[in-house]
């Protein structure tokens, strides 16, 4: 595909996306102007620990997990895929060094805008407000669904909400990855992947 018919093409998703969220007439293609594209290699690191998070991300391509590292081992708390706002949230709004890790699991694109950037039509235009609230709430909300179903689903409804909900990550990623993210060993993640026909 030519170069340019994809960018089109892409920050036509990404302009779908926000008026999905909040309808931004008048300064949204201005606003547009504003994200560039960024591509990454697989297994790079986008936001390292102790690294304070400088941009916001529209994934457009590729699979992304967020982790904490504890004495070497991973814990990994998100997948992200296309086509969403992804990036280190409190990081990103406090400017405070990240207390995770950010990268790429396959190759990746997206757009990004600066904190800078993006703060500047936050503070010019009530309509950017309203859409940095609306992905907070939204972000907040996959937290606590998230913290809901580690505390209170049992190995397996944690496994088979996953696969109700995340079924096509399974072909996509190592399923270490998912075992981990569902935080289980390998040997009973094998055993219920065998009980389910895929």
Same mark, same amino acid.
């Given at each position: 595909m030519h170069h340019q018919l994809y960018i089109n093409i892409?920050?036509?998703?990404?302009?779908?996306? $926000?008026?999905?969220?909040?309808? $931004?007439?008048?300064?949204l293609s201005e606003f547009l102007n504003f994200w560039h594209l960024k591509e990454v290699l697989k297994k790079k690191?986008?936001?390292q620990i102790g690294v304070t998070e400088r941009f916001l991300y529209f994934t457009i391509d590729g699979i992304q997990k967020a982790y904490y590292l504890t004495d070497g081992k991973e814990y990994i708390i998100a997948f992200t895929y296309p086509f969403a706002f992804i990036c280190i949230p409190e990081s990103f709004l406090?400017?405070?060094?990240?207390?995770?890790?950010?990268?790429?699991?396959?190759a990746s694109k997206f757009y990004r805008?600066?904190?800078?950037?993006?703060?500047?039509?936050?503070?010019?235009?009530?309509?950017?407000?309203?859409?940095?609230?609306?992905?907070?709430?939204? $972000?907040?909300?996959?937290?606590?669904?998230?913290?809901?179903?580690?505390?209170?689903?049992?190995?397996?409804?944690?496994f088979h909400n996953f696969m109700e909900n995340s079924?096509?990550?399974?072909?996509?990623?190592?399923?270490?990855? $998912?075992?981990?993210?569902?935080?289980?060993?390998?040997?009973?993640?094998?055993?219920?992947?065998?009980?389910v026909k895929l």
């Open positions: 892409m920050k036509d998703k990404l302009k779908k996306y $926000i008026n999905g969220i909040q309808k $931004i007439p008048d300064e690191i986008i936001t406090t400017q405070f060094p990240s207390k995770y890790c950010f990268e790429c699991i396959t805008i600066s904190y800078t950037d993006f703060f500047s039509f936050v503070d010019k235009h009530s309509e950017f407000e309203t859409l940095l609230r609306k992905s907070l709430t939204n $972000i907040l909300k996959g937290v606590v669904t998230r913290y809901h179903r580690l505390l209170a689903y049992s190995m397996e409804e944690r079924p096509q990550l399974l072909n996509l990623i190592p399923q270490k990855y $998912i075992a981990n993210y569902l935080k289980m060993d390998s040997t009973n993640f094998s055993k219920l992947i065998n009980s």
